[in-house]
């Protein structure tokens, strides 16, 4: 009885370099997802005077200013005293690790439970090494959360119900601090953001699970392949032992620390669009262990489709544009292309056609 997706079988062809009319592997793409990265410590926010009660009035401005800072620095900030009991925490990951240790044909059954695609696992559109994904991931839409109680806490309860609330906090104390012009943008005289009456009252936010199945570096296969996330904000609950997650600051590649207390939060493309390229949507990969497992649970902060995304700026770096229209974009290029390409399509002057 199989547990682990058949990977090695699926994509043998592009483990060896062999794919029909498939150029051999660029070195430098090779060498990726084994090169040495330099280990980083994110900023660290302490959220206590925002989330509990008791902290003043100060507190919670330095609090918002650190998280805006961060936001437009790096793009990725971690959170300690976020509200969310560890008892949630290690409630969700024990269910996370059960759900993937179930038979692999019972994995695919979730399919049919719930929508299509919540099961995946590698990259089906992969036309290179370094498209491909080593792990599985259950991705679980908040709608299905609520329309179901089949599966069971690891994808609702407590856990989704807390990751939404921080998430919906950070997201609005966000918002504020770029409107309050707290950022530099704002501070050195850019304009202020004018915000669109955006559908965020109506959220489709998705959780999504992840395991990296081990594989030795010398295979030059990611965990996750280089992205940016498609959201306003994700909350990132990280393996507290073993470490694969990088991100790139300053045209760098560094390796997060984990940080078993903290929740690491993640600017999407998105908040990048919204906030006229205030805060930035940075590239980051996961890069797998050589002999353990690693786990993660993502809860990516999500508008309803039809959200309009305008910044309303002068000059604005990014067109208006829906959250639907831009999924579609992004799985039309995945299909095409093999990768997403991304907030340059909706650049006021896109050169993609
Ligand atoms: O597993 C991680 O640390 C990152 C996951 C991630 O970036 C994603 O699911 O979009
Ligand atoms: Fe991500």
Known sequence: MEIDPPLRQAYKDL??????????LPAAAAAAASEIVDECELPLIDLRPLILAGGSAEEREKCKTEMARASEEWGFFQVVNHGVSPEILDRMRREQVKAFKQ??????????????GTYRWGT?????????????AFHIPMTDVVSSSSFDDVNGGGSFNSLRYV???????????????KSSF??????????????????????KIN??????PAAAVFGLMPHTDSDFLTILYQDDQVGGLQLVKDGKCFAVKPN???????????????????????EHRVVTNPHVERFSTAYFFCPSYDTEIESRCEPSIYRKFSFKEYRQQVQEDVGKLGRK???????VNAIYS
């Not at 483990?15 to 051999?24: S, W």
């Not at 089906?124 to 599985?136: G, V």
């Not at 929740?263 to 919204?274: E, M, P, R, S, Y």
């Not at 390409?341 to 650049?347: C, E, I, N, P, Y």
Request: contains cysteine; proline residues 5%; aromatic residues 10%.
């Open 15 to 24: 483990l060896m370099h062999k794919k029909k009319n498939q150029p051999a």
């Open 103 to 116: 038979p692999f044909d019972r994995k695919k059954e979730e399919d049919d439970k719930f929508s299509a």
């Open 124 to 136: 089906p559109t992969a036309t290179c090494l370094n498209q491909l994904a080593w792990s599985e």
């Open 167 to 181: 998430s919906v906090v950070l997201c609005f104390l966000l918002f504020s601090a770029l409107h309050e012009g």
């Open 186 to 207: 704002a501070s050195r005289g850019g304009a202020r953001i004018k915000w669109s009456r955006a559908g965020l009252y109506c959220i489709i936010s998705v959780k």
């Open 211 to 216: 395991i990296y199945i081990p594989m030795p």
């Open 260 to 282: 078993p207390q903290a929740l690491i939060v993640n600017i999407g493309d998105l908040f990048q669009a919204w906030s006229n390229g205030v805060y930035k949507s940075v």
């Open 341 to 347: 390409v991304g907030l340059s399509r909706f650049t």
